[in-house]
Every structure is written in C-alpha cells, then in structure tokens.
Nanobody, 123 residues
C-alpha cells in the first residue's frame, strides 16, 4: 500500500501564488513518475504537470500552465511540489497527486492517487 498526502491548497486572489506538496509513503521500491492533475466542477480531470523521478527529472506541463507553474521533486523525501504563480480563476479546482511506482518486491508498475486538495482563485 502507498499513501499520497497532498497539502498546500487554499484560497488565493488572482495573480497570487500557492505551493502544493505531495508526500508518498508506504511500501515503495521505486517511484517512476509523480504528477499533478486537477478537476474543476463539471469538468474532466486533466493533467497539470508530471515529473520523472529516476530518469533525470524530465517534466511535462499542460499548455494552460506553462510559464506559471513549476513542478519539482525531493527524491530523498519522496515528495513532489507544484509551485503555482500568477494564478487565475480558471485554475480553481481540486488538485490531485498521482504516482506510478514499483512496490516492494517490484513486479509491475502501480498507479496511486491522493485524495486531493482544493485550490480556489477568487477575489
């Protein structure tokens, strides 16, 4: 079992910043990727950003957040961060952390999701 715990959400004014954190814990042999998705009311869940944990830390971002959001990681802490700047009302959503990992002993990759953290951008 692996647990993902997100934190850092909240209410912020347009143009403001927030930093989300996601900590993975449990029976982890190795993390492959960690990332952030979001789901706004009435919309499908969408990718925000993800980062490769082992292979050099390559990143991928949704076009809507490029230049404003930055994903980073702390391998020693099994933690991924999402720095969100220049926030817009359309960024309002529940943000979910997702990881792909190998459990111990490693057999095949497993996907796990956190419970989400609410981000509200409003004046």
């Amino acid at each position: 079992q692996v647990q993902l715990v997100e934190s850092g959400g909240g209410l912020v004014q347009p143009g403001g910043s927030l930093r989300l954190s996601c900590v993975a814990s449990g029976r982890i042999f190795s993390l492959v990727t960690m990332g952030w998705y979001r789901q706004a009311p009435g919309k499908q869940r969408e990718l925000v950003a993800f980062i490769a944990i082992a292979s050099g830390g390559s990143t991928n971002y949704a076009d809507s957040v490029k230049g404003r959001f930055t994903i980073s990681k702390d391998n020693a802490k099994n933690t991924v961060y999402l720095q969100m700047n220049s926030l817009k009302p359309e960024d309002t959503a529940v943000y979910y952390c997702k990881t792909v990992f190998f459990s111990d002993p490693p057999v095949s990759p497993i996907t796990s999701w956190g419970r989400g953290t609410q981000v509200t951008v409003s004046s």
